[in-house]
């Protein structure tokens, strides 16, 4: 059986960074020397012969390949080709024909990195950091030259609208740089405030727009200033996951949208918001947004306790979700008729569980003499709002009828449309959802039409949305995206539970 084989030195490297670097208990030492193969791939030469070691020595160790590549463990946790592949193309050789020759390899980089961690890495050091800097240091290299955005040219920029400040802060979010500037004159927020289009003009940011957010302090403000998309960092559908392992254990309902302007994952619990209405324009991240709201719920939601009632008219958005067992009637409702039907369907639901509460005393779904009922919530998810009502008028008065009363009975709304006018989004339909995202418009008057409020048409797209749940402030939010893989992935893991 293949092995790599370290040394008494290697072992206390290990050790050192286990402990003191690390510190996530319950780290297998493998990962340690994942890590080291990582750091020596950064370097350009190759690693030398010496570093060759065919038996453990005195106090060193030795790893099984199937421990640090997965070899043999099957498809799933088997990562030996992904390393092959790597060292191969590094050293420009077909190492998956010459298994001899891969650990060979592997073991010389590993050592190598373990080797650089011991030389380059102070103990006193904050060990993340180093390896940020070690794994990634290009990365931040082409970020800051991509920039464009330095200090010096806000201040530039703000002096030609007449200006002055001082730049106190500088916080980097994940697609917009924070500046927080403070003013001469509180007197000077109003300047700013109205010169806002053109120190956007000035910067070259085009459409984009930058974006005033007032302080606790009255002569600072906070300027949001977009990076060029490719130094953005994106959220994935692992953060994603990540989060919701984290989230409240009192929501029941669990929904992150995405992060903040510095990078905060954003979340709400949607049984308090209660319906949601999400607008932008075509390519805004209507969609993407809507399948994150999906697969928070599914995180640790069971089919008796959530059912979605999936209507999607386009027809291809919501169709991977065909085998979800939680879906509210077994399908995914693409017709208007049928969309039609299930709300009546749910409109009669909601009247029995009204009825069942009335009896019971109880003021809602959460009221503890409802828990013996055992209801699951239902979330009912549109795609695009605007095209069912243009099939049918008809379908709005179920939806208002929801709207309007379904919420104490656990039924929650969230309503997607490209177009969120007055005949899609009816006064009566508007005044009982309450709680609006917008992504990216075209014009502020649509911003207004979502948010009562512009703002959303200085967006930069691609999940970049204001956030205005009911009872706060809008919030500017850039949204998570999750792929196909990972819709894939809640599914299996949805079905595994139920089964
Ligand atoms: N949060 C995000 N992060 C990065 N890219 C995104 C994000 N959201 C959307 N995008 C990009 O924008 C594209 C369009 O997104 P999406 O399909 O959700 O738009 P939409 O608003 O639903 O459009 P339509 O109204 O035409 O259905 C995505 O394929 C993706 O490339
Ligand atoms: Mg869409």
Known sequence: MAKVYTDRQDELTIDAVLRRGLRVSGTPKWAILRLALARSLRISTPPDEALDRRESAQGGGEYALEQLTGEGKGEEEDFTPLFCALLSVYHDLDLFADDENFTRLLQRHIRRGLREFRTSWLESHDFHEYLLQELFSDVHIAKKADDGMSQGSIRLALSEIGVSGEIVEQLDGPRLIRFHVRLRDAKDLDVLERGLEKLAFTLGLGEAGVFLVRTQEPKVA??????????????????????????????????????????????????????????????????????????????RL??????LCLIDPKRVEFAPYRDLPHLYGGEIFTDVRDSNEVLKKLVTLMEQRELALAEADARDIDAP??????????????????????????????????????????????????????QTFSGLLRSNVPSRISLTVQKSAESRIILDETGAEKLLGRGDMLVKLIGSPARRIHGVFAGLDDIAFAIAAAQRRFQ
């Open 369 to 422: 003499a409802a828990k013996s009922f055992g209801w699951p919530r239902i979330v009912v998810v549109v795609e695009e709002l605007a095209d069912l009502l243009m099939q049918s008028g008809a379908i709005e008065e179920p939806l208002v009828r929801l709207a309007q009363k379904a919420r104490a009975t656990g039924i929650h709304l969230v309503l997607a449309t490209q177009r969120p006018d007055a």
């Open 302 to 307: 069971t089919p008796d306790r959530l059912n």
């Open 222 to 299: 906070a300027l949001d200033v977009p990076r060029p998309p490719s130094s953005w960092k994106q959220a994935t559908g692992h953060d994603l996951r990540q989060w919701l392992a984290l989230s409240p254990s009192e929501w029941r309902l669990p929904v992150y949208l995405g992060q903040d302007v510095i990078g905060k994952p954003f979340g709400f619990d949607l049984a308090a918001t209660p319906h949601l209405l999400v607008g932008g324009t075509t390519g805004s991240g209507k969609s993407v947004c809507l399948h994150a709201i999906i697969l928070s719920l599914l995180s």
